[in-house]
């Protein structure tokens, strides 16, 4: 027997280990003459090649989603009417008003009475958390991606909706930190564009919002070189 009969080499379809002169692989069962076994021995990674293309052309710069700690305000706010929620279930209130004002309730009337404030009082707590958990979810709903090209954003919790800026829309941005803002490490980076649909835009509350602050500024002046557009004032 040849020394070449123990030559081995591995399939194109399922890289096993196969000899040299199979014809069709045993493992996988395709036959290693076929056109489709030819195209892929001239082009042995034609998907990864395509993949690192796209990856090429779709340079995305930032990516970010608004901050948490951008609702510290209404957290804020939402706790203070929880608290007042909390001390009226507990106090009794038409009491102090009955003895303040002497409109002589009976105990029947003022046991109705704290039923309505009690319900009350859990009404005005659920729709706070309500209010909150809604504001929670639509500020993780929501995403910015930024590349060389254009600004996109998709935004919504029942309604998915994405749109976009063309990069060289861009004609002024700014940057707001308030003191919450700067104790937290995030900011809101405002645009000025010359798009019909979105005019003026906001990257609301994001972490690095001088990082993008200076991405935009950069990309834009190099979009507007690349298109020859000029920003007239």
């Given at each position: ?14 890289a096993e280990t196969i000899q040299a002169r199979a014809i069709k692989c045993r493992f996988c069962g395709e036959f290693l003459n076929s056109d ?100 929670v979810v639509r500020l993780k709903m929501t995403r910015y991606e930024v590349s060389p090209d254009r600004i996109e954003w998709s935004r919504g ?33 405002g645009l000025i564009t010359t798009d019909k649909t979105d005019p003026k835009f906001e990257f609301e509350k994001i972490h690095r919002s001088r ?23």
């Amino acid at each position: 027997m040849a020394f070449t009969d123990f030559q081995t080499k591995q399939c194109l379809f399922c890289a096993e280990t196969i000899q040299a002169r199979a014809i069709k692989c045993r493992f996988c069962g395709e036959f290693l003459n076929s056109d489709k076994a030819k195209a892929l021995e001239a082009d042995p990674e034609p998907d990864s090649q395509s993949s690192e293309d796209e990856e090429t052309s779709d340079n995305v710069l930032f990516v970010a989603r608004p901050s948490l700690w951008g609702m510290a305000p209404a957290m804020l706010k939402g706790l203070f009417f929880i608290v007042l929620a909390g001390l009226l279930v507990r106090l009794p209130l038409e009491s102090f008003i009955n003895d303040l004002l002497g409109l002589g309730l009976t105990e029947s009337q003022s046991w109705t009475v704290g039923g309505y404030r009690i319900i009350a009082s859990f009404g005005l707590g659920l729709i706070v958390v309500f209010v909150l958990v809604m504001k929670v979810v639509r500020l993780k709903m929501t995403r910015y991606e930024v590349s060389p090209d254009r600004i996109e954003w998709s935004r919504g919790i029942l309604d998915r909706r994405v749109d976009n800026i063309d990069m060289f829309r861009v004609i002024d941005l700014k940057m707001r930190r308030s003191v919450i803002d700067c104790i937290f490490g995030i900011g809101t980076v405002g645009l000025i564009t010359t798009d019909k649909t979105d005019p003026k835009f906001e990257f609301e509350k994001i972490h690095r919002s001088r990082e993008l602050y200076d991405i935009i500024k950069k990309a834009s002046l190099e979009a507007d070189r690349r298109t020859g557009v000029v920003h007239l004032e």
